[in-house]
T-cell receptor
Framework: GESVGLHLPTLSVQEGDNSIINCAYS??????FIWYKQESGKGPQFIID?????DKRQGQRVTVLLNKTVKHLSLQIAATQPGDSAVYFC????????????FGAGTRLTVKP | DSGVTQTPKHLITATGQRVTLRCSPR?????VYWYQQSLDQGLQFLIQ???????AKGNILERFSAQQFPDLHSELNLSSLELGDSALYFC???????????????FGSGTQLSVL
């Protein structure tokens, strides 16, 4: 079946460097995508979202890029900090008329001081 | 703090038993969602309620059921528990109806269920 997946299960970066976390989705009908951050012992926390009519959206230190041609989503974190260490999930809204968000497997980001 | 409260934080029980997980959404949110997070399946959508009514159903087993009460809190009931039901169960809430996209979910800290 169709699913959301991640290219890299783990990512280790140096503090201050930029991080890029990738996600592949297979449902071309998905019209809304969210990146969530999950720290140890906590629930997922909303980071940034993007609708399918956009290809880029920026937040504070984060940018999400959407490439519908290849069904690819990425999260860029600028000047990565130790507090960014967490598991990052991409999620897609596979049904346009409800909020059934399907989550990818997650990427663990580790920031080295 | 997301504003979503889940109790209990940890639950240890035996196979065949029944448990109830409780969730209080953020103040003002009418939609409640339940997710299961396990190591092999990741974060799986179970079910959504809006203002007391079931709105969407995902990969929820027949042994599981949920409801949302008039005060908007929700309970997830898990029965005839199996070892494979051990997981982290999250509740999330949103201010939307669930009929439209672009609804940010606010997650609680989860209930860790261990079935022995």
């Amino acid at each position: 079946g169709e699913s959301v997946g991640l290219h890299l299960p783990t990512l280790s970066v140096q503090e201050g460097d930029n991080s890029i976390i990738n996600c592949a989705y297979s449902n071309s009908a998905s019209d809304y995508f969210i990146w969530y951050k999950q720290e140890s012992g906590k629930g997922p926390q909303f980071i940034i979202d993007i609708r399918s009519n956009m290809d880029k959206r920026q937040g504070q230190r984060v940018t999400v890029l959407l490439n519908k041609t290849v069904k690819h989503l990425s999260l860029q974190i600028a000047a990565t900090q130790p507090g960014d260490s967490a598991v990052y999930f991409c999620a897609e809204n596979i049904e346009p008329n409800n909020n059934d968000m399907r989550f990818g497997a997650g990427t663990r980001l580790t920031v080295k001081p | 703090d997301s504003g979503v409260t889940q109790t209990p934080k940890h639950l240890i029980t035996a196979t065949g038993q029944r448990v109830t997980l409780r969730c209080s959404p953020r103040s003002g949110d009418l939609s409640v969602y339940w997710y299961q997070q396990s190591l092999d399946q990741g974060l799986q959508f179970l079910i959504q309620y809006y203002n007391g009514e079931e709105r969407a159903k995902g990969n929820i087993l027949e042994r599981f059921s949920a409801q949302q009460f008039p005060d908007l809190h929700s309970e997830l009931n898990l029965s005839s528990l199996e070892l494979g039901d051990s997981a982290l169960y999250f509740c999330a809430s949103s201010s939307g109806t669930g009929w439209t996209t672009n609804e940010k979910l606010f997650f609680g800290s989860g209930t860790q269920l261990s079935v022995l």
